[in-house]
């Protein structure tokens, strides 16, 4: 599947085990993006899998779930859907998990906390058209906030 335009609907991945935030984060990036939600999952080695079958544009994904945790599960996805970019949306705050979730191929973080307010505007960011240097993003945000 080519990658989303302008004019194309972004393809969108979500992975979390909480699947009423599922189902928020799907109404918020409908809504704002107009994104199309190309499947869902509840844990880390589902999300891989449906990444791979699906090759999304985005995948949002948490860091703490059952079975493979988001870290891994970004680390898989970014070797074998390269032209996928990873969005970690997590309840976390450390800057140690930012860290390891950048060095596992994502190009975003954000805390849970913000997630709703926040992530459109950060998918739009990644979507493919406008990829940035991630260095530079996680040094703003890391400095930002």
Same mark, same amino acid.
């Given at each position: 599947?080519?990658?989303?335009?302008?004019?194309?609907?972004?393809?969108?991945?979500?992975?979390?085990? @909480?699947?009423?935030?599922?189902?928020? =984060? #799907?109404?918020? *990036? %409908?809504? &704002? !993006?107009?994104?199309?939600?190309?499947?869902?999952?509840? @844990?880390?080695?589902?999300?891989?899998? =449906? #990444?791979?079958? *699906? %090759?999304? &544009? !985005?995948?949002?994904?948490?860091?703490?779930?059952?079975?493979?945790?988001?870290?891994?599960?970004?680390?898989?996805?970014?070797?074998?859907?390269?032209?996928?970019?990873?969005?970690?949306?997590?309840?976390?705050?450390?800057?140690?998990?930012?860290?390891?979730?950048?060095?596992?191929?994502?190009?975003?973080?954000?805390?849970?906390?913000?997630?709703?307010?926040?992530?459109?505007?950060?998918?739009?960011?990644?979507?493919?058209?406008?990829?940035?240097?991630?260095?530079?993003?996680?040094?703003?945000?890391?400095?930002?906030?």
């Amino acid at each position: 599947m080519p990658p989303a335009s302008p004019q194309m609907p972004l393809r969108v991945l979500l992975v979390d085990d @909480d699947p009423v935030f599922r189902e928020l =984060l #799907a109404f918020v *990036l %409908r809504a &704002d !993006v107009g994104a199309e939600i190309v499947g869902s999952a509840a @844990d880390g080695a589902k999300g891989v899998q =449906l #990444a791979d079958d *699906l %090759r999304p &544009d !985005v995948v949002v994904t948490d860091l703490l779930m059952p079975r493979m945790d988001g870290f891994e599960a970004t680390k898989r996805i970014a070797a074998t859907v390269p032209d996928a970019r990873v969005l970690v949306v997590s309840s976390s705050t450390d800057p140690k998990d930012v860290e390891r979730a950048g060095e596992a191929g994502a190009a975003g973080y954000l805390p849970k906390d913000r997630a709703v307010a926040e992530l459109p505007g950060e998918v739009r960011r990644l979507r493919p058209a406008k990829r940035r240097s991630l260095r530079l993003f996680f040094a703003r945000r890391l400095v930002l906030g």
